[in-house]
């Protein structure tokens, strides 16, 4: 028996497939799930005594943007506590490669506006590199990456609001294109953060063309979650037909109170889109509050130049007057089908997650409301000055859903699970980075939502990995990769709005690659992960 063999011995394995749970042990030998079945026997094997606890494939969390984490902290201590073993990063347009000389700075400035200050080493030429930085260090934890539409953008044509010409679309398909022959596992779009936002039909299909000819994934942060939830799905469902691409709906919600109860039409569209042949699913995390940056409260053309052209526009009289009737009013002419965020929710429903000035910490955990009063000014006012002072760097969340809408997307058979999460090194961010996959769980265990717990596993492991087409992961399987989280039916969530931070009870043990990651609770220092290239 090998020395790196391990028996789990009385287990109560949830496969991964959505069958029901059943008693077993199963053996893990180099890396790999060797044998699942009765009373296995491994002399030599190091044994980890079940006892009853639930064992399932190490969960993937198929929508995050710990791009950055991942290279910061690659002991990834708040996924590893979740049971979490592979990532997915570059979503919603957001990623640190691929950059031009000229892009360097855009491109971290672009990333900074979502995750803070990002240094001039922490962006990347090309996947490849990326790639290399990451396994350089060594990984607690498995890594997919999408390559996001704005690092083509910005290497191409800076920021700029106006459409590409045929030369520079040809530029970006190029650019992308080479990502895709290093392994990246697709193509992101953020179509409300600049300047992905900025991209017409033209590009947007022949950049989808390009993902479709490399077998990869088409993933997009629609135009709208609000009134124009609808058009905005067909929007996406248009360009998948006209691409040929498979394709990831991002974090499907409807956000806002005059939109609630639109979520099973937009879920019915996508059925409907399958029905018809288009490849397409979506993710979600269990929260019913969203977050990112606080640029997203004014309207995409604000972000024409980049955010120096920001700061010089609220410097105008008539450019900050212009930017409070988008606000407060919701009027925005350079901006077709764009709502204002503090219309719909409310400036009391915005808090302050975390802040890149540090002489700013004080108001994270307070609403923009809280923060005005407090100063004694409008609440426009506030905003303006925290991104002046910040330079956009300031990440919010946003309490903006139903809990309705939140379990028709959480139950629906095309979903996945994501954290979402905006991982910070300070602050007070969204709890979905530290809590989502228990309180998955948790749901499941408690029939709060309409999946039973090993359907609930199947939309954490079985069904993220074959979107991603991670053929080796995904299911408790001869053969299968040995990512293996194990945990108890008390399991529960301890993250919460106030304390996000705080890990979850209940996931004992977690593996990558057959090493243990977490071990009774405890974290190992052990980096058998790696940055996973598309096949």
Same mark, same amino acid.
């Given at each position: ?122 962006? +990347? ?16 934890? *498995? ?17 700029? *609001? ?232 300031? *990440? ?37 980075? +530290? ?101």
């Amino acid at each position: 028996m090998s020395a790196s063999a391990i028996l789990i011995r009385g287990a109560r394995v949830i496969d991964g497939t959505g069958a029901p749970w059943f008693p077993a042990d199963v053996l893990v030998e180099h890396g790999r799930v060797a044998a699942v079945g009765p009373t296995l026997e491994a002399p030599g094997a190091d044994l980890l005594e079940a006892q009853g606890r639930f064992l399932a494939p190490g969960f993937i969390d198929a929508h995050c943007h710990d791009d950055l984490i991942q290279l910061r902290q690659p002991g990834r201590p708040e996924k590893v506590a979740q049971g979490v073993t592979t990532v997915v990063v570059g979503n919603c347009s957001f990623g640190l490669y691929p950059q031009s000389p000229a892009s360097a700075g855009p491109l971290r400035e672009h990333f900074g506006n979502l995750l803070g200050t990002v240094a001039s080493e922490e962006t +990347f030429a090309d996947f490849a590199a990326y790639r290399a930085a990451l396994d350089g260090r060594g990984t607690a934890i *498995n890594l997919v990456s999408l390559v996001g539409h704005a690092a083509l953008r910005l290497a191409v044509m800076g920021w700029q *609001n106006r459409a590409a010409t045929a030369e520079e679309r040809e530029a970006m398909a190029a650019l992308l294109a080479d990502q895709l022959c290093q392994g990246a596992h697709g193509l992101s779009l953020g179509l409300v953060y600049p300047p992905s936002a900025w991209a017409d039909r033209a590009e947007l299909v022949r950049l989808a063309e390009v993902v479709a000819a490399h077998g990869a994934l088409l993933t997009a942060h629609v135009r709208s979650y609000e009134g124009g939830l609808i058009a905005s799905v067909d929007e996406f469902l248009e360009l998948l037909k006209a691409g040929g691409a498979s394709g990831l709906l991002s974090h499907l919600q409807a956000a806002g109170r005059p939109y609630w109860g639109s979520l099973p039409r937009a879920v019915e569209r996508l059925a409907i889109a399958r029905r018809g042949g288009t490849d397409v699913s979506f993710d979600m995390y269990p929260y019913p509050a969203g977050s990112s940056t606080i640029l997203q409260l004014l309207p995409p053309s604000a972000l024409d130049g980049g955010v120096d052209a920001l700061l010089a526009r609220m410097a105008d009289v008539d450019g900050l007057a212009a930017l409070r009737r988008a606000v407060e009013e919701g009027e925005a002419p350079l901006d077709a089908g764009w709502e204002s965020k503090i219309r719909l929710i409310g400036w009391e429903n915005v808090r302050i997650g975390g802040v890149g000035e540090p002489d700013l910490r004080t108001l994270e955990g307070l609403s923009l409301a809280e923060i005005a009063e407090v100063a004694k000014e409008p609440p426009f006012d506030t905003l303006v000055r925290l991104i002046r002072a910040d330079r956009g760097r300031t *990440n919010i969340v946003m309490f903006q859903l139903a809990e309705a809408d939140l379990e028709t997307a959480l139950s629906h058979p095309l979903h996945m699970l994501g954290s979402d999460g905006l991982p910070r090194e300070t602050g007070k961010p969204h709890p979905r980075a +530290f809590g989502s996959f228990p309180r998955y769980l948790v749901r499941a265990i408690k029939g709060e939502g309409q999946l039973g717990l090993e359907d609930a596993v199947r939309h954490m492991t079985a069904v993220p990995a074959q979107r991603f087409g991670l053929a080796d992961r995904g299911l408790v399987r001869p053969g299968m990769a040995a990512d293996l989280a194990l945990f108890t039916a008390d399991v529960v969530d301890r993250a919460t709005f106030q304390d996000p931070t705080q890990p979850p009870h209940g996931i004992t043990d977690v593996l990558v690659a057959g090493q243990f990651v977490l071990r009774d609770g405890g974290h190992t220092g052990a980096r058998p992960g790696k940055a996973l290239a598309r096949a």
